[in-house]
């Protein structure tokens, strides 16, 4: 029903304000009990095999709904009842931000992508920070921060506006993800630079897990710095991978005039290959979330044989809708199966060793 009645008609409409109303009535529906209970009935599925336990965190599935769809934490109650196994709500960011101009969200249908080019609009992390604090949450949740979207914080500047997030939100949730990597704010990718991520991770606490989200288009040379830096400061793992500036595999041509970052189907090798060189490179000592490109089981399953352990997607719930967790949960169990693992844990990485 989705893909031949509901989508045609949301694909009529600016994304961006489709995206605002399945917020607003997100939030709203998730407040009762009733219908959080409804959706559950058609959308939730559970599987001993598909239980995953990760720096201490149960999750009773590997599919997480990735950052940058509820940025301001306001779907919380909802999530689960959708079949989610965790959320990552953000990027947050020290002061709050309107983010780069509209349009700012584009379909290239063609693709099955977005180009996403927010520049990380939020409510700032007090806000947000009021807005969780003393939740209870049905699932693991993550918070991710990233640097004000301000071209004038830079250098020190840019470490201390991370810590002041960091500060504000390191009692909320059950792991934090430092967002290095936005492509669509001003010196958003800078502390890919090593000198400015040795600055930031010094100073942080690492009472809780503490991810990395990185870019599909890190050179080698930088992300070896990464590795290094990460081992040294205790990080948990890294989100791989974030949007691509990358164009040339695109079928859609004469994009010149359309800024931001692109999300969705293509983006699935890229962050395959990624993925699994992360795994060899540190023999698999660090926790890997995969996110790009997954539309349907097969695609999760792959990342995960990659060396993933948890898995998270937007842009294929958009296409497919949002059964897509379900229908991928129960085909991963039919997967597990045949390849005669006990459960995704024993599969994490086979294809990388």
């Known amino acids: ?80 009842s959708i079949g989610f196994g965790f959320e990552e709500i953000g990027s947050v960011t020290a002061l709050p931000c309107e983010g780069n101009l509209k349009p700012r969200l584009f379909r290239l249908i063609k693709d099955k992508v977005l180009v996403v080019n927010y520049g990380l609009c939020n409510d700032g992390v007090e806000t947000v920070h009021q807005r969780l604090a003393n939740k209870k949450f049905g699932i693991p949740i993550g918070i991710n921060i990233a640097k004000t979207n301000d071209k004038n914080i830079k250098g020190n500047k840019s470490v201390d506006d991370y810590w002041k997030s960091y500060e504000i939100m390191e009692n909320i949730g059950d792991y934090i993800t430092i967002n290095i990597s936005c492509p669509n704010s001003g010196d958003g990718r800078s502390f890919e630079d090593p000198r400015l991520l040795e600055k930031l991770l010094s100073k942080l606490k690492m009472e809780k897990p503490v991810f990395l989200k990185i870019s599909p288009d890190i050179d080698k040379k930088k992300l070896s710095e990464v590795l290094k830096l990460s081992k040294r400061y205790s990080v948990s793992g890294f989100v791989v991978a974030n949007l691509t500036h990358d164009r040339s595999f695109l079928k859609t041509k004469n994009l010149d005039s359309l800024e931001g970052g692109i999300s969705g189907f293509c983006l699935k090798e890229k962050t395959d290959d990624l993925i699994s060189y992360i795994y060899k490179k540190t023999k698999g000592k660090f926790v890997i979330i995969g996110v790009g490109g997954i539309f349907n089981a097969g695609d999760a399953y792959r990342k995960i044989r990659n060396g993933a352990s948890l898995l998270q997607l937007i842009t294929g719930m958009i296409y497919e809708g949002p059964s897509i967790v379900k229908k991928i949960n129960k085909e991963l169990v039919e997967l597990l199966e045949r390849d005669g693992f006990k459960n995704i844990e024993e599969a994490v990485g086979v294809d990388a060793r």
Request: charged share 25%; glycine share 8%.
């Open 1 to 80: 029903m989705y893909k031949t009645i509901i989508r045609p008609i949301l694909f009529q409409v600016d994304p961006e304000k489709v995206h605002n109303k399945a917020l607003k009535l997100g939030s709203f529906f998730g407040k009762f009990a009733f219908f959080r209970k409804f959706l559950a009935l058609f959308y939730d599925y559970r599987n001993d095999k598909l239980e995953v336990n990760v720096c201490g965190i149960h999750f009773r599935n590997p599919i997480g709904l990735a950052a940058g769809f509820d940025k301001n934490g306001v779907l919380f109650d909802i999530i689960p």
